[in-house]
């Protein structure tokens, strides 16, 4: 039984493990030393002494202690000083050394044989687990009054293929499980010729809400300029610019992306948000579409902060700000937050599109006083 649905499944033979890594040759040793293993998968060669496993449970859940012993062959791109423009992780992020690494057996001579059951479960398709910054490819406007944005960073998971999650590595294998990196903030790191800013998330990975799309970094005192952006994950929860005690900071193996401010103003300017659907009627038949949206705010500041008029428009996709759409009062938003409150609103729209057509969903509050976070998503009912 070779490759079955993707996946090399025992007994495993040279052959399988050709096709599976594309790569025409029979050796064991060239097929267990290639470039072409896909790093992320999570069944693969790596570095032990034993000659094999049985594929029964017994010598699966052994090869699977064998493997976390290793962190599963990967080695993490991490330092424990975050540093500075200069020095240490920040260092590290700007020079893009962000690669993880994988060690691969040696053979024999250094007492890790090639095995060919290394290559049982090994998934060609697994994707890289790591946490990214949405791509943005138009400028963004920011209030001019708190130059504040909200970067969103998006969760990557091997739902659909057998590869690496963050639930599974750590930067250094022999730290407590706590060091799973989903238990890991994310963080964002946005620098240029003369400025360098990072924050990380209030929450970590493993914590975001199932109803949100994205994970919200949140950055103030922006400058009207293009940025270049990327992703990391820190042991501690760091506000904006502050320097974090020592700890494990780990880079994201993910491609630096720009991001161009622009102000809006003068004034409290609208904060909006967007995310995207797809129309699917769940009604009764005969009756549009029914959609539920979901928007929530948040003041991050210690000060009270003030929402004086909180809409909801859907638009077209790819409409430009400010969208042109049906509009709906979000009136519950209005009023007075607390240091860290936040509110809801959630409520339905019958729109004209029909089913299966894209829908983007802005949400937006003007008379902002103090900072605030702005989330939100549209959901099929």
Partial sequence: MPIVNGIVIAPVGLGDISQAIHLSSLDLGT???STLINKWAKYKPFRNSSKGWGVDSAGLSA???????????????????????????????????VSWGYNKPRGISEQEPFRELDFHQYDHRSIC???????IDTPIGIP??????????????????????????KPYVPETDEHFLDNYYPGVVLWNNSEVHYATADYPVKDKPSYKPHISVSFTGLSETTYNVRCFLSQWQI????????????????????YTFYYIG?????????????VKNLAAPGQPP?????????????????ISNATLIVGDPGAIIPPVGETFSLSALNGSYANQEQKSATGYTLDEHNIGDPVTFYAEVSGVSGQVTLEGTGVVE
Avoid: H, W
């Fill in 31 to 33: 097929l267990c030393q």
């Fill in 63 to 97: 090869r699977e202690v064998a493997l976390q012993a290793v962190n599963y062959g990967m080695v993490a791109p991490y330092s424990t000083t975050f540093g500075t423009y200069n020095s240490g992780f920040l260092q590290m992020l700007i020079s893009n050394s």
């Fill in 129 to 135: 687990p790591m946490p990214i910054v949405r791509d």
């Fill in 144 to 169: 001019a009054t708190t130059k504040f944005y909200g970067v969103p960073v998006v969760p990557v998971e091997n739902d659909d293929y057998l590869g690496l999650n963050l639930m599974d590595l």
């Fill in 239 to 258: 506000q904006q610019d502050t320097p974090p005690n020592p700890g494990y900071f780990v880079a994201c193996e993910d491609p630096v992306r720009t």
């Fill in 266 to 278: 003068p004034g409290p300017e609208p904060y909006m948000i967007l995310a995207e659907l797809t």
């Fill in 290 to 306: 029914q959609i539920r949206y979901i928007v929530r705010i948040k003041n991050q500041s210690g000060n009270t902060a003030t």
